[in-house]
């Protein structure tokens, strides 16, 4: 119903910038949230931030609050992960996410829909 596709991820230095894009096709109009999560080695799926299309609203990690920035483009149904300060902790795969509902909710399963992720590293 609804596909999502990241990409933008790659190899940057500490301190360093990235802005990932994710594109939406198929029922957009259904994705009442949309988000990222991201998952580093060895560890669980670990949410990121997220957006709620009503309110304009964006929630983030305590990790990433201040360094990171989630936005929304609607008429390009792409949603945007804007990485700045990034750190070596932050090396994770990064995966866009989608759901029906409009939630605050930084549990994984919420979630209805999934891109296949794209791998951000960052060096020292």
């Known amino acids: 119903q609804v596909q999502l596709v990241e990409s933008g991820g790659g190899l940057v230095q500490a301190g360093g910038s990235l802005r990932l894009p994710c594109a939406a096709s198929g029922r957009t109009f259904s994705s009442a949230t949309m988000g990222w999560f991201r998952q580093a080695p060895g560890k669980e799926r670990e949410f990121v931030a997220a957006?709620?299309?009503?309110?304009?609203?964006?929630y983030y990690s305590d990790s990433v609050k201040g360094r990171f920035t989630i936005s929304r483009d609607t008429a390009k149904n792409t949603v945007y992960l804007q990485m700045n300060s990034l750190e070596p902790e932050d090396t994770a795969v990064y995966y866009c996410?989608?759901?029906?509902?409009?939630?605050?909710?930084?549990?994984?399963?919420?979630?209805?829909?999934w891109g296949q992720g794209t791998q951000v590293t960052v060096s020292s």
């Open positions: 996410t989608a759901a029906t509902q409009s939630l605050r909710s930084s549990w994984y399963s919420d979630y209805d829909y």
């Open positions: 957006h709620r299309r009503t309110g304009n609203n964006t």
